[in-house]
């Protein structure tokens, strides 16, 4: 499985580019002008366990400013034109989670894709092997938790959900299950992974 998933990215830099621009699927999304959009990356980390691949994701502390609670991967904003998605993507997650940049195989990225809260994010895919020990940043992570690979390339737990904001409609993607509401960004993330991957499901 490990190979078969290798061999759909095309190394670090490069994106597959399976699912259209960075504005998303969803009707009713929040557009930000493209000059104000900030640089961000996060590390879409697949788990290689023997008993079946997962995916990293963490809840977020209620506290923080940003997407307070909500389930994303580790990630941020970048430091500067000369920092790659790469780099950004790894320090974050060694920041955030305790992930160091020698457990992580980077082999590629997924779509760019573009926030309401004003971020240009590209999500970096790297392969992880265990044993790993994380050691989640109280200040900004209040759980870190796997998810099944299979959960996320099974379209039935795919879901568009609708919400009224300010007078307009919003439709968002949501990837069911059964302990944690995984939702916008980080739900269309995993959705465009399953774009790349959905056919390896076993």
């Known amino acids: 499985m490990r190979e078969l998933i290798r061999a759909r990215f095309a190394g670090p830099g490069i994106s597959p580019d399976p699912s259209g621009d960075g504005a998303g699927w969803e009707r009713g999304q929040i557009v930000v002008p493209a000059e104000r959009l900030v640089n961000a990356a996060v590390l879409v980390p697949i788990v290689d366990r023997p008993d079946g691949m997962t995916v990293i994701l963490t809840q977020r502390c209620e506290g923080l400013p940003s997407h307070p609670g909500q389930v994303a991967f580790p990630g941020g904003r970048s430091h500067g034109p000369h920092e790659t998605p790469e780099d950004t993507a790894l320090r974050e997650a060694e920041e955030e989670i305790g992930l160091t940049q020698d457990e992580v195989e980077v082999i590629g990225r997924l779509n760019v894709r573009y926030s309401g809260t004003g971020y240009r994010v590209t999500p970096v895919v790297g392969l992880i092997d ?6 989640p940043d109280p200040s900004e992570v209040a759980a870190v ?30 990837l069911t299950h059964p302990e944690r509401y995984i939702w916008g960004l980080t739900a269309r993330m995993l959705i465009d992974l399953y774009r790349v991957l959905g056919d390896l499901k076993r």
């Open 130 to 135: 265990p044993p790993f020990t994380l050691r």
């Open 145 to 174: 938790f796997e998810v099944p690979l299979d959960l996320v390339l099974d379209p039935a737990n795919h879901a568009l959900e609708t919400v009224i904001r300010d007078g307009r409609e919003r439709e968002y993607y949501v």
